[in-house]
């Protein structure tokens, strides 16, 4: 979280003194933000009722397009989730929702031997069972274990073990994005009527950024110290790496930049909200140009160097976002703020 | 003026500010260190010893973020402790001004970052988590025997935090976080919605169970403590629960026994964003001080009365303890170091670092 505002606090002020009708007829960034996101929760929820009810589809007769089908809905509703992970507060962390949503890192595979340990269970579990269990079963990549991993070739995804977890779980997950997308709305009050949520959200897609460029790019592509290792990727099952990064900058030019735009208006920094805009395309369409996997990349110099480019231009935007327009707003990191213990 | 000549002047006035405590800090007879786990700009983790003057220090490279910290009684001694869900503690020398011990806590277990000895210094107890059953543990460790472990003492519980040594030597106060955690599972918090924290009591001879005190909302995860001379205890809370609703963040176990929460005004309770860090008692008066990082503030209570006696920005406000003369010396994540007193308007800057303080000063 981040310490001081105080350019916008003066701001603020300035703001107080000008007429209500003023304040009123111009949407504030949080007003903004909190529009926007609301929109990208309830894409997240429609996609994963969509995905909830093709893997029933397939399941009462499985067929190759209900499969195909049933895949597409899968990376739809996933990158519908990447769009709004920049929001790491309110609702999405309750419960730790988010984790259920996408647990990862996984360095010890939890996914696999939890997806193993229920398709060996004497019982089929339903959404209750998956509730109660652990993150590791209860997201995506679980489902990317029961439609692409290699273990997966032994036993049909049409088989009722495979397929009933599948159902339990797209059911958990439909359940779950519902509730995240009702309680963004019920959360907008509190959120629009405190102010320190603009320094939240900012420090949230900050953030975002900074997992984007060491953890989701950085350290499976061994720029981090460490060597390149794909099985750090997301989705490295699917192969759909660059996509999901992909979606998470589209999530941000959607659902995160008409608001910063306003705050930069506001601070009479326009510039600082057109670079960002600037290098965030650039960088979109570096990233629609890769393949859709990492792994593939790592083995492949020509691929490798455009996997290069798109870290080098997330580096840049975070340096934009992280430095300089932070700088311009007065925003101070915090450390035990952000994460204590 | 030119910002370096600001710190100079800045650390010109803590060394005289600071003389008088050198003597008086509650075991520290001799001009001594404070202990805190602290990063670097660049993130590297260390243990630092930072003399009174703020200036003299050495630091200790670690392998992981470090969090709270003792002291060894009688002895030049200190302990600090890996932070969640680290695995070692690490006992500093403060004459040789290096690494004494290294210990693990063993295959299964990691620690919870807080640890307290005996009186005699004898007797090590230290928060830890049993990962095969998430039990939470106070392990035992005999200082005179190289820091061997001796045995385990459940706490029927989940999550302890912070532990203190009540001033009968003989019961230890526990802040139960209830939050389940696992190493595979790096930082992610896998219990919320069945969390159940407490403040306890526990007989360091017998292990017994002696007291448990149960959080008004179940998601108050109870952390950081400390201990008043007369054996009142005062906790500070974490929520883990919606972050528009509002709860109180501190707790009161009177000497008697009774169990009582704190009440601040909404507005204040809401400032703090739902986070406690370190609890300290004045050892003169009965004020105790309270630091929430995540409101960028410190408060100053009336321990007996309940009462705010003064809120005061601190940024990134950290690790606490008392200076010995009704005051208390605060560290911030962002490098100060600071003295808050009940007389002051603001904290005064006693000397800036450039080092991320960790919650808790030792």
């Keep these: ?341 | 003026m030119h910002r370096r000549q600001v710190l100079k002047a800045g650390l010109g006035s803590v060394a005289m500010a600071l003389t008088p405590l050198s003597w008086a800090l509650p075991a520290r007879e001799e001009a001594a260190w404070l202990f805190s786990a602290v990063d670097d700009p660049s993130g590297a983790h260390y243990i630092a010893g930072v003399a009174l003057d703020g200036q003299t220090r050495f630091m200790i490279e670690v392998p992981e973020r470090c969090h709270g910290g003792c002291l060894r009684p009688d002895s030049r001694q200190a302990v600090l402790f890996a932070r969640r869900p680290g695995t070692r503690m690490y006992v500093i020398d403060g004459d040789s001004r290096q690494l004494a011990h290294t210990i693990a806590a063993g295959k299964g277990y990691h620690f919870y970052g807080h640890g307290v000895f005996d009186l005699s210094g004898r007797y090590l107890y230290v928060t830890a988590n049993r990962l095969e059953d998430s039990a939470g543990l106070v392990r035992v460790y005999d200082a005179a025997n190289a820091y061997a472990h001796v045995r385990d003492m459940p706490l029927d519980g989940i999550g302890p935090h912070e532990l203190k040594l009540m001033p009968d030597g003989d019961t230890l106060v526990i802040g139960l976080g209830g939050i389940q955690t696992h190493p595979d599972y790096g930082r992610v918090k896998l219990n919320l919605d069945t969390m159940a924290p407490a403040l306890m009591l526990l007989d360091r001879h017998s292990g017994e169970i002696l007291a448990r005190h149960e959080p008004s909302h179940h998601q108050l995860s109870c952390r950081h403590l400390d201990v008043a001379a007369d054996g009142a205890v005062i906790a500070g809370y974490q929520f883990e629960g919606p972050e528009w609703e509002i709860h109180p963040l501190t707790c009161r176990l009177d000497s008697d026994g009774h169990f009582s929460e704190l009440t601040l005004d909404d507005e204040l309770t809401a400032s703090l964003n739902h986070y406690t860090a370190s609890v300290a008692f004045s050892r003169v008066s009965g004020n105790v001080l309270v630091t929430a990082p995540r409101g960028n503030r410190v408060l100053l209570l009336d321990a007996a009365q309940g009462t705010l006696v003064a809120s005061l920005a601190l940024p990134d406000a950290a690790g606490a303890r008392c200076d010995g003369n009704g005051g208390f010396l605060v560290s911030s994540g962002q490098g100060g170091l600071y003295r808050v007193t009940p007389d002051l308007a603001m904290p005064e800057l006693l000397a800036s670092l450039e080092l991320r303080w960790d919650n808790h000063l030792t």
């Design chain 1, 1 to 341: 979280m981040i310490a001081s505002l105080r350019r916008l606090s003066l701001l603020a002020c300035a703001l107080l003194a000008t007429p209500l009708s003023f304040a009123t007829d111009t949407p504030t960034p949080r007003d903004m933000w909190h529009g926007a996101v609301e929109l990208q929760y309830a894409e997240l929820s429609a996609a994963s009722e969509r995905l909830e009810a093709s893997a029933a589809r397939f399941c009462q007769s499985p067929d190759e397009a209900l499969r195909q089908r049933l895949e597409n809905d899968w990376l739809s509703a996933y990158q519908a989730w990447q769009a709004v992970r920049f929001i790491q507060f309110g609702p999405a962390e309750q419960n730790s929702r988010g984790w259920q949503l996408q647990f990862w890192p996984d360095r010890k595979n939890l996914v696999g031997s939890k997806v193993r340990g229920w398709l060996k269970a004497a019982e089929a579990p339903d959404a209750q069972d998956i509730a109660s269990d652990s993150v590791a079963i209860q997201g995506f990549p679980a489902l990317e274990y029961l439609l692409y991993d290699d273990a997966m070739d032994e036993q049909a995804l049409s088989d009722p073990a495979a397929c009933d977890l599948m159902q339990a779980i797209t059911t958990h997950l439909a359940d779950t994005t519902t509730a995240l997308h009702r309680d963004w709305q019920a959360f907008g009050e509190h959120y629009l009527e405190t102010a320190d949520y603009t320094e939240t959200t900012l420090a949230s897609a900050i953030q975002t950024l900074e997992l984007l460029e060491d953890k989701r790019l950085g350290e499976p592509m061994g720029l981090k110290g460490a060597p390149a290792n794909g099985y750090l990727a997301e989705a490295w099952r699917s192969g759909q790496t660059v996509r999901l990064v992909e979606s998470s900058l589209e999530g941000l030019r959607t659902g995160f930049l008409p608001g910063l735009t306003a705050l930069l208006r506001e601070a009479d920094a326009l510039p600082l909200a057109e670079a960002f805009r600037d290098q965030l395309d650039k960088t979109l369409v570096q990233a629609s140009e890769l393949p859709p996997g990492l792994v593939p990349s790592l083995e492949d110099e020509e691929a490798f160097r455009g996997l290069q480019s798109l870290y080098l231009d997330i580096s840049q935007l975070r340096h934009l976002l992280g430095n300089e327009i932070a700088g311009e707003l007065g925003l101070v990191r915090g450390f035990n703020s952000s994460d204590g213990d």
